[in-house]
Every structure is written in structure tokens, then in C-alpha cells.
């Protein structure tokens, strides 16, 4: 066996493909396929291009508009995760980011900042041919889903293989063995100094994401103010009240909503969802002080208590 390494920049991040497989040829044609399905995923629902899928549901804001399935899907879990979380999860920021001056050209100039709203979706024909409608009351964006979603996407494609690594800037899937047999050995990026690791997992079958607004953010307007893309949707302010969150999950899509989400609950509140909604992810939690709090299913090393 060998492992085959591919690389593409794809939803804003590199994409790392860690292929283990006899054959060389199998494993570039099922890179190729799953670089083109994260393509296609952001050409349809990046908030950063114009005239795609989501781009003309957010065009027509407070009237019914028809989706794809699969767009309606992605809503569909966006919402559910809304009322799970008490709002702390919340697919309509698009307009506080974009006040922020979080836009397509990554300007940082900060200007009207809008406000998140509801969603109807209307899917209840689906089954009998009928086009799944919504109706926003404020514009969406996928950020907090979307690359999880694609993910699980890839990691579909890349399944007859067995053995794989993807790694999408930090979020990852792990599947089967490494190259020498034995199991995937990641690092935990430490919140605050993302050149160290704040432990290490070793193992298979499971999405990880993380949670950190150590690689995204900027001086806001005010002096000493800062902003970052984990917004908390409940008063329009970046969440403060966690350093950095960690996932397992079974899918990716589930780890990296659920990271962003605990994240913005904060140290507390996210451990008592956890406790609450019966633990949908493994996490590991570090406060905003440093203190750290792990659910007692979450695998890895920690370098500190």
C-alpha cells in the first residue's frame, strides 16, 4: 500500500487529501472527483459569488422562492440546529458579517450591520415532485455548515477506498488506517498559539472539527475593538465566552455546526446542552481563561488540564 497526498484550495480553505491505496491512478481519479464535488458545492452556495442558488434565494428575501432539494435540505438542519441550541446557531448572520466588513472582497471596512431573522420552509410536497419553497425574513449564509457538509460529500466519493484522511483547514474525516496499518494521528491546534497542539487524537471513524476565532479576525471599528466570523446571532456580537472548541461526531456536518455553536453558547452553557440534549457530539471545551471541560466519550490527549 501506498499513501497518495493531494492539495487544492477549495471554500476558502486547502483541502488535503491523504489517500492510502496500491493503486496511484484510482486515487488521483477519486481526488479529481471529490476536488470537483467541492467545487460545485461552492459554486452553488458561497455567500462570496453572485448568481448562484443561494445568492438568488437571498435576492428575494420576505417572498417564497423555490430551492433545490439539496439547499432545502441544508436549511432544514440550519433551523433544526437553531431551536436546539436556543438560537446560539443561526444561518441568517449573513448581514452582521458582511456590516463587519467580512465580504467577498475581505475588505474589513465596517459599515450598516443588519440583523438575523426567521426562515419557513415549505418542503411538504417534496415527495410528490413538488419544489421544496422558502421564505426568508433576512439573508443566509451556509458558513457554519457548509464545510462540514462538503466534507461528508467527499468523504461518500472517497469511500471504496477504505483508507483515508480528509482535511479541510482542520476539520477532518478519518476513515480505515494510515499507510504503516496503524490508526490517523491528529493534532489539536492550541487556541492560542496555533503553532502548538493542545493534544493528540488517535484513532478512525469520526468527523472532527474546531472552533476558533484565532485564524479569522480583525481589528473592528473603536479602539481596542476586535471582530471575528463567530457571530453571536442572540445580540449581534461576537461571541466572547469561549477560547476554542473542539468536536467528534460521526459526520462532519454534525462536528462542525455543533463547534460553532458551542462556541458561541460559551464555557457554561455549552456544557449543559451537552448534558441536555444528550450529547449529539463529543467535545472538548477551553474557556476563555484557559480552563478546559471534556464530554466523557471524547477521544484524544490532552497536553493540559
Not at 6 to 32: C, Q
Not at 154 to 179: E, S
Not at 256 to 264: E, I, K, Q
Request: aromatic residues 8%.
Amino acid at each position: 500500500m501506498h499513501r497518495f497526498d493531494f492539495e487544492e484550495r477549495h471554500l476558502g480553505t486547502p483541502i488535503r487529501l491523504l489517500l492510502v491505496n496500491s493503486d496511484e491512478a484510482r486515487a488521483a481519479d477519486l481526488a479529481r472527483q471529490a476536488y470537483e464535488e467541492c467545487a460545485r458545492i461552492e459554486r452553488a452556495y458561497s455567500r462570496f459569488l453572485q448568481g448562484n442558488e443561494l445568492a438568488a434565494l437571498n435576492a428575494r428575501v420576505g417572498e417564497w422562492t423555490e430551492v433545490s432539494a439539496e439547499l432545502a435540505e441544508l436549511l432544514a438542519f440550519g433551523e433544526e440546529m437553531k431551536r436546539r441550541t436556543g438560537g446560539a446557531f443561526d444561518l441568517s448572520v449573513k448581514s452582521i458579517l458582511e456590516g463587519w466588513g467580512y465580504d467577498a472582497a475581505y475588505s474589513f471596512v465596517e459599515g450598516t450591520t443588519g440583523r438575523t431573522g426567521g426562515m419557513e420552509l415549505d418542503d411538504s410536497g417534496v415527495g410528490s415532485g413538488a419544489a421544496a419553497r422558502v421564505r426568508l425574513s433576512a439573508p443566509v449564509e451556509l458558513g457554519g455548515l457548509g464545510k462540514g457538509y462538503a466534507i461528508d460529500r467527499v468523504g461518500a466519493i472517497l469511500a471504496p477506498l477504505g483508507n483515508f484522511l480528509i482535511d479541510a483547514g482542520g476539520d477532518l474525516l478519518l476513515r480505515g488506517h494510515d499507510v504503516n496499518g496503524e490508526a490517523w494521528r491528529v493534532a489539536f491546534e492550541h487556541p492560542m498559539d496555533i503553532t502548538q497542539a493542545i493534544g493528540i487524537f488517535e484513532g478512525s471513524g469520526l468527523a472532527l472539527a474546531c472552533s476558533s476565532p484565532s485564524r479569522r479576525s480583525w481589528p473592528g471599528r473603536g479602539a481596542g475593538a476586535t471582530r471575528h466570523h463567530l457571530v453571536d446571532p442572540r445580540n449581534g456580537e461576537p461571541a466572547t465566552g469561549m477560547g476554542a472548541v473542539y468536536t467528534q461526531a460521526e459526520t462532519a456536518l454534525v462536528a462542525d455546526a455543533y463547534s460553532t455553536a458551542l462556541f458561541v453558547l460559551g464555557f457554561d452553557a455549552a456544557r449543559e446542552l451537552l448534558a441536555a440534549d444528550g450529547r449529539p457530539v463529543e467535545a472538548l471545551l477551553v474557556g476563555p481563561g484557559g480552563q478546559t471541560w471534556r464530554s466523557e466519550g471524547f477521544v484524544g490527549e490532552l497536553f493540559t488540564s
